[in-house]
């Protein structure tokens, strides 16, 4: 009897420590997810790496370790690659109708030198206005984050990209930032 009553003193104990521990991981599910202000194409390349390559290189830019699942929407141009960045507009584009992305427990993450799209994030959300936290916080929030803690400015490195219009800075006083660190 003793050894019953123990035993199950400790396999509740076992469940009740389970329930309260925080959770590790993190999964995220993106309806529609887009590149470059398009849908993204259900293609890393013209006609090459289709599918899950394409969904884990959209979670891995957006901090997350892989996609875990997602479903494709067929004949819905424009659509842009991931891989090169080019536009899909034939009537034969497909994309993603969802995209669920992956990532273990870590509750921030750095990005070194940030990319929006080809070139690195501008150091304002749009032609002189919100530069610094408002730009780290969109990117962040971008990318699956709940902000931006810290980030750092890079003078000087044209071409940027605005995170607010899009917009390209080719100026030589174009700046950008140097890292972003994001949290949950």
Known sequence: MFRYVFHAAIGAAAAMLAFTLPASAETRTFSNP????????WCFNWAEGCGTQAANAWCVARGYE??????????????RLIGT?????????????????????????TFANPMQGAQRLDWCFNWATG???????????????AAATAWGKANDIPPTR???????????????????????
């Open 131 to 145: 530069c610094g936290g408002q730009a780290a916080n969109a990117w962040c929030v971008s990318k699956g984050f």
């Open 162 to 184: 605005l995170i607010g219009t899009g917009a390209v800075c080719d100026q030589p006083f174009c700046d950008g930032f140097t890292y972003i660190t994001c949290t949950h």
């Open 66 to 79: 892989n996609a875990t699942s997602f479903g494709k929407a067929e004949d819905v141009p424009p659509t």
């Open 85 to 109: 960045g080019a536009l899909c507009d034939q009537p034969f584009c497909d994309s993603f109708t969802y995209i669920t992305c992956y990532r273990a427990g870590a509750s921030t993450q």
């Open 34 to 41: 887009k590149q470059g202000g398009q849908r993204l194409d």
